[in-house]
C-alpha cells in the first residue's frame, strides 16, 4: 500500500473508528454488563474534551488555560467520571425507555448550556487549538503516534473491562442486570453498584472525548448534540451490544460508510445510507454484527462436521 494512502486510512479510517469505538464502548459496558442503556455517553466525553480545551496552554480562546497537558488532561477524565456519577445517581432508579429518556434530557441539557455560554466555553464556535502533548519528544499529532496511543488506549480500556467484570463488583452488576431484587435481598446497594457502573462509564467515555478533542484540534457544541449521541447509540447497536468488542466493530462500519459516503451513494443522502445499513444488519441479526459472525462460525464448524 503507498505510504499516502496507508496515512489516509490510519488518520482518517482507524484511529478515528478506534476513538468512537473507545466512546460506544462505554455505552456498550453498560448495556452488556449492567442491562442499561445511556443516551449521555457522548455529552459526557464531551464533558472531558471541554475541560481538557478550558485549562489546556496554548487553547483558543484562552479561558482558563495555563495547564500543561500532563494535568490538563486528568483532570478532564475526572470531570468526566464525575459527570458519569452524577449521571448514575440522577437515573438510578429508571430503567428501560425512562432510563433512555432521563439520560437525553441531561445529555441536551449540557448540550444548550455548552451551546450557549460563551463566557466558559465560546458558545457556538467551541475551543480550538487543542494540539496535545507530546510522546516521547514526537508530536502527538503524528498520524501513527496518534493512531498507537488510541490503540493502546483502546486496549488498556477493554482489557480493564474483561477484568473488571470477572470482579465481584463486575458479578454483582450482572446480577443486577438479570435479577436486582434477588441482588438486593443478598444485602447488596443496587443503586450504588449502579451509579458506580456510570463512573467507571464516564471515566471510559472520558478517554474517547479527550482523544477526539486531540483528533479535532478541538471541540465545539455540535460534537455532543443529538447527531453525535444517536451515532453512538447506532455504532453500539450495529456492532453488537452482546460485547464490549462490538463497539468497536461498529464504529468501524460506521466511519467507514461516513468516509465513503460520496463514493458509495451520496454524501447528503449519507443517513439515508447508514439509516439502510442499520436496518439490514437488525434484522438480519439483532446482536449486531457480533451475532452475525457467531452464525456463521457455527455454519461453518456444522459444514465440517
Do not use: K
Request: net charge positive.
Amino acid at each position: 500500500m503507498p505510504a499516502g494512502q496507508a496515512q489516509f486510512w490510519i488518520a482518517n479510517i482507524l484511529g478515528r473508528a478506534i476513538v468512537f469505538g473507545i466512546i460506544a464502548m462505554s455505552l456498550t459496558f453498560l448495556a452488556t454488563y449492567g442491562g442499561f442503556i445511556s443516551l449521555a455517553q457522548m455529552m459526557v466525553a464531551g464533558v472531558a474534551g471541554y475541560t481538557l480545551a478550558v485549562f489546556a496552554e496554548g487553547a483558543v480562546p484562552r479561558i482558563v488555560g495555563g495547564l500543561g497537558y500532563g494535568a490538563a488532561i486528568p483532570l478532564g477524565l475526572l470531570a468526566a467520571t464525575a459527570m458519569g456519577l452524577l449521571v448514575g445517581a440522577i437515573s438510578m432508579r429508571t430503567r428501560d425507555i425512562y432510563l433512555l429518556m432521563i439520560t437525553l434530557a441531561l445529555a441536551m441539557g449540557v448540550f444548550r448550556f455548552i451551546e450557549t455560554n460563551i463566557a466558559w466555553f465560546n458558545g457556538y464556535e467551541g475551543i480550538r487549538n487543542v494540539v496535545g502533548p507530546s510522546v516521547l519528544g514526537m508530536d502527538f499529532r503524528n498520524t501513527f503516534v496518534f493512531y498507537h496511543v488510541a490503540l493502546g488506549t483502546a486496549a488498556l480500556l477493554y482489557i480493564g473491562i474483561i477484568y473488571l467484570v470477572r470482579t465481584p463488583f463486575g458479578l454483582v452488576l450482572q446480577g443486577i442486570r438479570d435479577n436486582p431484587r434477588r441482588v438486593a435481598a443478598l444485602g447488596y446497594s443496587v443503586a450504588l453498584h449502579r451509579t458506580a457502573a456510570f463512573g467507571v462509564a464516564g471515566f471510559i467515555a472520558g478517554c474517547g472525548g479527550v482523544l477526539s478533542t486531540i483528533y479535532n484540534i478541538g471541540i465545539s457544541p455540535g460534537t455532543i448534540g443529538l447527531g453525535g449521541t444517536v451515532n453512538v447509540l447506532i455504532m453500539s447497536v450495529i456492532g453488537g451490544l452482546g460485547h464490549p468488542i462490538g463497539a468497536f466493530i461498529g464504529s468501524l462500519i460506521f466511519t467507514v460508510f461516513d468516509t465513503f459516503a460520496a463514493t458509495i451513494y451520496d454524501r447528503d443522502r449519507f443517513n439515508t445510507l447508514i439509516g439502510l445499513v442499520f436496518l439490514a444488519i437488525v434484522l438480519v441479526s439483532p446482536d449486531g454484527a457480533i451475532g452475525i459472525g457467531v452464525r456463521l462460525r457455527r455454519l461453518l464448524a456444522a459444514s465440517r462436521r
